[in-house]
């Protein structure tokens, strides 16, 4: 009796403590507070482990969502922990979903049509519509949502929600597309990629908003496609596409990484705002150039592989990067710390801390992220390949 007392109060003042968090950093919600318990009282279950095997070949998507990772099929949802137990199984009737998954929440749009949905590892917290027809959108780390969608008079529109989707900003776009969006970790804070042509010929309009103020705070032009933008820590903004990478920081550029010769084959941010860049040398396809940068833009460490390069995953901790027959694993320092065999038909790693997760056509597979298999162990030119910018 006394420890099942004591365990109760521990849960109590824990409870207290993240609601505390919660209304002062404002990045810990309820519903993630609520998931972190229904994930405690029912942690004494686990599945049968990895790989997992699909119970269906049309898994359009697997993404990480939290320390887990969020699978979902052409009419429903699951998501699984890291003994590939079920802890929430959801339907949906979206038609032609894209998701976005931050914080341990996902954003789930129906692209061309107006329904969205949010879910937290656990339940569905919102299901809705939206008046416009919806074209992209992201979801920020305390439940922010920014819309993009066809405009009522302009091009396009971007629509900001808060938590309890309740519009607090709106931005017509009169004469561009508006095809990437991303959400200050704050919430107060917004910036697009909008995309347009003149004598054909594609260019770029990077905004930057505040939500006290009607317009941008900062507009940067390129003469060509930007892709992607995302926040890492404070107000700091990364520029991204085929022959762009560059920092903002306080309305102002301070990283312009130089791709007249290599271009950007790919690239990720992690929940704790690290970034993986992968270069094409030259152009070219199996020649890459890995980069690694922190919160702030900083970067860490550069090394090469001799291989085409399928997708790439980081915490805080390690970086993952998965080519045609290989996962390679590196820490912060450029070390590589673990190598295995992937299967031909992989898709994507995900990189949690001690293990890192790789999406297959018909499984999910899971390795020692600091495990170096005996027969691929590294030579000493693979060792020394990484070259440190600290």
């Known amino acids: 009796m006394l420890a099942v007392l004591r365990t109760i109060c521990i849960i109590a003042v ?8 919660a209304q002062r950093f404002g990045n810990i919600t309820f519903s993630s507070v609520s998931d972190y318990f229904s994930t405690l009282l029912s942690s004494a279950k686990s599945g049968d482990g990895y790989p997992y095997y699909f119970e269906t070949t049309k898994v359009d ?7 887990d990772l969020l699978v979902v099929s052409e009419d429903s949802t699951f998501v699984l922990d890291s003994t590939a137990r079920k802890i929430s199984n959801e339907q949906h009737s979206l038609s032609d979903p894209i998701v976005r998954s931050v914080n341990g929440r996902a954003l789930f749009l129906d692209i061309g049509e107006n329904a969205y949905q949010i879910q937290s590892k656990t339940k569905v917290l919102y299901s809705g519509s939206f008046p416009q027809k ?3 959108g992201t979801i920020g780390k305390d439940g922010t949502v920014a819309l993009v969608s066809r405009g009522e008079s302009a091009q396009t529109q971007l629509t900001v929600l808060n938590r309890n989707q309740k519009e607090i900003f709106v931005w017509n776009c009169a004469n561009e597309n508006i095809i990437a969006v991303a959400l200050s970790d704050n919430g107060k804070r917004a910036a697009v990629s909008a995309v347009g042509a003149k004598d054909g010929e594609l260019y770029s309009k990077v905004h930057i908003f505040d ?3 009607a317009e941008p705070i900062a507009s940067f032009d390129y003469n060509t496609a930007v892709s992607g933008v995302e926040f890492l820590s404070g107000d700091r903004l990364l520029i991204t596409g085929t022959n762009v990478f560059e920092l903002v920081e306080d309305d102002t550029k301070t990283l312009e990484e130089d791709l007249s010769l290599n271009t950007l084959s790919n690239v990720y941010t992690s929940d704790g705002n ?14 890459k150039i890995i980069r690694v940068y922190n919160k702030k833009g900083e970067k860490l460490f550069e090394t090469e592989l001799s291989e085409s390069v399928k997708g790439v ?3 805080e901790r390690y970086i993952s990067v998965l080519t045609d027959n290989d996962l390679y694993s590196y820490n912060t320092k450029g ?7 992937v299967d031909a038909d992989s898709i994507r790693p995900f990189t949690d801390g001690k293990y890192t997760y790789v999406w297959t056509m018909s499984s999910i597979q899971c390795f020692k992220t600091t495990e170096i298999e005996e027969e691929t162990a590294p ?7 990484a070259s440190q910018t600290q």
């Open 313 to 315: 995953s980081c915490d």
């Open 14 to 21: 824990v409870l207290i403590l993240l609601v505390i968090a």
């Open 211 to 213: 939500f006290d103020y």
């Open 335 to 341: 070390e590589l710390v673990g190598k295995h065999s």
């Open 379 to 385: 030579s000493e030119t693979q060792t020394e390949s």
């Open 274 to 287: 690290q970034t993986v860049a992968v270069l094409s040398k030259y152009g070219s396809s199996t020649a």
């Open 61 to 67: 998507t697997v993404l990480p969502i939290g320390s």
């Open 134 to 136: 919806l074209l992209t």
